[in-house]
């Protein structure tokens, strides 16, 4: 999720009913700390609520390093990532790509928790599956993490083989589960609130995590919790709502990246925003022609208001029949 899971999209989910919301993916390279956008990245002035770091890298002690630095600037728990399928990543032997080298996974984890001890900050680790299909560790790694100190586990349902495609599986997260005392999240495909009650029921985990599905979405944490809490479903949100939240949201992206890199980073999240609505396809097309916050801000404005002549709320999400759990979803 990174250069999705900024400052004010994080804000904007918890708002909305995130109970925890992780940064970016930051590196661990002492040389690249003082890059635009590693400090960027590792600014939390004004965020709310827990503010919880992910940190990536290959190198036991630059990791112990990445930790301190990050506390130093206000992180309340780190994440160490090893989930992480980009290629440019696991390139270089960091995310997902530490699950072929379980020692070394394990001598950044105790590094880093040793770091991060004395300051009484807690870590996590979010991972996958396995490598492959044919090297599924995920319970192995996730024992002797909780042997070296990491107090929660986040499992993504797929392999680093598997990218993004296919469908998660949970029986490796309900694995997992059954293996370790601490608190497991199950991730992957988490697109509605009935999809969260049935993960939750298949792996037995302490909670979900839902990423992709925010994008455009982010009033899906509201939804999920209302639907665990009383059985029943939220109707789509107000169209003027919508507006209103796009809007802010538009206005904090702007603070944090200046005008012309915060228009053209804006782009994807109002495409997401738009891209099942009426019109969304030819508004997102006019709209990356825009390069100034001031016109970009009134044509979102325009679009939601012309929206709202001919709906109150938004359209329910369109529904499939997920194999995985057998049961009706939505997205």
């Known amino acids: 999720m990174a250069g999705v899971t900024d ?17 970016e993916m930051i590196t661990s390279r002492a040389d690249l700390q003082d890059s635009r956008k590693t400090l ?3 600014d939390h002035a004004g965020e709310t609520g827990l503010i919880a770091v992910q940190i990536a890298g290959t190198d036991p002690a630059m990791m112990a390093e990445a930790a301190r630095f990050n506390i130093e600037r206000g992180a309340q728990v780190i994440d160490v990532n090893m989930g992480c399928p980009a290629k440019k990543v696991c390139n270089k032997w ?21 770091a991060c001890a004395p300051m009484g900050v807690p870590v996590t680790l979010k991972m996958r599956t396995g490598w492959c299909q044919a090297d599924k560790n995920a319970v192995t790694l996730a024992r002797q993490a909780q ?50 009650r049935d993960v939750l029921a298949a792996t037995g985990a302490d909670a979900v995590m839902v990423g992709r599905a925010a994008q455009g979405r ?3 944490f509201r939804e999920i919790n209302h639907f665990l809490a009383s059985g029943r479903l939220l109707a789509p949100p ?25 228009v053209r980073s804006a782009r994807k999240h109002i495409g997401w925003y738009v891209r099942d609505l009426p019109g969304g396809e030819l508004f997102r097309a006019h709209m990356n022609a825009i390069d ?13 208001d012309a929206l709202h002549q001919r709906m109150d709320r938004l359209p329910a999400p369109r529904k499939y029949n997920n194999p995985q759990v057998g049961l ?3 997205r």
């Not at 586990?153 to 296919?166: D, P």
């Not at 100034?292 to 939601?304: H, I, M, T």
């Open 328 to 330: 009706e979803t939505t």
């Open 40 to 42: 960027r990245r590792a």
């Open 7 to 23: 400052r004010p999209f994080r804000q904007l989910c918890k708002r909305l009913g995130a109970g925890y919301a992780v940064s």
């Open 94 to 114: 960091a995310g997902s790509a530490l699950m072929q080298n379980e020692r070394l996974a394990i001598d950044i984890v105790g590094a880093v928790v040793q």
């Open 218 to 220: 982010p009033w899906i």
């Open 292 to 304: 100034d916050a001031p016109s970009q801000w009134e044509a979102v404005a325009g679009f939601f």
């Open 238 to 262: 107000l169209v003027a709502e919508v507006k209103a939240l796009l809007l802010a949201h538009l206005q904090d992206h702007y603070a944090l990246y200046g005008e012309f890199a915060g």
């Open 147 to 196: 042997d070296a100190g990491v107090q929660m586990l986040t499992v993504h349902g797929r392999t680093r083989e598997q990218g993004y495609k296919g469908l998660a599986e949970y029986d490796t997260i309900a694995a997992v589960k059954a293996a370790v005392r601490i608190p497991v999240v199950a991730n992957g495909d988490i697109d509605s609130p009935q999809k969260a």
